[in-house]
Structure formats: structure tokens, C-alpha cells
């Protein structure tokens, strides 16, 4: 299975705007750069580690944003009960270091559909909505802005990555 993505295609973020459509477009390039990081790459070379001895990978980056997904706006803002999917009580670092569990295409395929997912729980809730986590709580535009730092940190791990890869190299 081999990811798809123009980097001309990715989501255009508007200058004016209101806030709901400035942080979801910024979410959304985010998203979308993520996957351009792993676009054209085989499933061997999406596993690929940066260097010893971290266990980062780009294929470890969407089953680790899969699952930070699905804990900030399932689990917290929508209130679903979510068990982890790439990682346990023993085996915290699992979405990392665990990679053989999911084919490429399934990893891909949950990820996508998980950021459909908490695109409808974003646009079914106020900014102010808010949700609880560990004892404490916090609004949807919380969670907006802490996805985009969350998505912006880990492309630029996927840059590196990237061009460890193959020399691929941009934005």
C-alpha cells in the first residue's frame, strides 16, 4: 500500500476568517502535511527508524497521532469510552515500537477515519464545550490549538524523518 498526497492538494488555510475555521483549517494542514510526509514511501520505508535509539518512525507518528486523536476529541471532548489501539498499560511506547501489530494500510485507514471522526465531534461542539481528562478540564479550542503544536512538532520529526529516507525535502 503506498499513501497518496499532492502537497498541492493539502488543505488552504484562510487569512481572514472566524476562529472555528482559522484553527480547524490550521488542524487540517496539519493533517494533511503529515500525510504528504508519507506519501510515495513503501511500508518498509514508512517503519523505517530515525536513529538509535529512538523508535520514531513515520508509520509509529500515525499510530501515535491515531491515538492522541481519539483521546483529546473522542475520550475527552465527546466523552466515548476509547481503548488504545497501539499501546497498553505494559507496553506505553507500543504505537512506537510495536509496528508489526497493523499492516501499513489498516494504520492508515484508522487514522483517517479517526481524524473524520473527531473532525464530527469538532463541528458538533461549541469552542467552549468543554471535557474532562484526568481530573481536569478543557474547552474545544483548547484542544484545537494543542492538536495544531501537537501535529506542527511531530511533521517536523517527519521532516527529518523524511529526508533520512530518501532526501525528500520541504515545508
Not at 493533517?31 to 518512525?57: F, I, N, V
Not at 501515535?64 to 466523552?79: C, K, N, P, S
Not at 529516507?165 to 515545508?171: C, L, S, V
Request: aromatic fraction near 8%.
Amino acid at each position: 500500500m503506498t499513501i497518496e498526497m499532492d502537497p498541492d492538494d493539502r488543505t488552504r488555510t484562510p487569512t481572514v476568517g472566524d476562529e472555528r475555521a482559522l484553527l480547524t483549517s490550521f488542524l487540517d494542514l496539519q493533517r494533511d502535511t503529515l500525510a504528504w510526509k508519507c506519501s510515495g514511501l513503501t511500508d518498509g520505508q514508512l517503519a523505517r527508524r530515525s536513529a538509535e535509539p529512538s523508535s520514531m518512525s513515520l508509520l509509529g507518528l500515525l499510530r501515535h497521532l491515531t491515538e492522541v486523536e481519539r483521546g483529546w476529541f473522542a475520550a475527552t471532548i465527546a466523552g466515548e469510552q476509547v481503548s488504545p489501539i497501539y499501546y497498553s498499560k505494559e507496553n506505553r511506547d507500543g504505537d512506537f515500537d510495536s509496528l508489526d501489530t497493523h499492516p501499513v494500510a489498516e494504520v492508515y485507514g484508522t487514522w483517517q477515519a479517526t481524524c473524520a471522526r473527531s473532525r464530527e465531534i469538532t463541528e458538533a461542539h461549541p469552542l467552549d464545550h468543554e471535557g474532562s481528562r484526568h481530573e481536569e478540564t478543557f474547552s474545544l479550542r483548547w484542544v484545537l490549538i494543542h492538536m495544531i503544536e501537537e501535529y506542527a512538532r511531530h511533521n517536523g520529526h517527519a521532516d527529518l524523518l523524511r529526508e533520512r529516507i530518501d532526501g525528500a525535502i520541504g515545508e
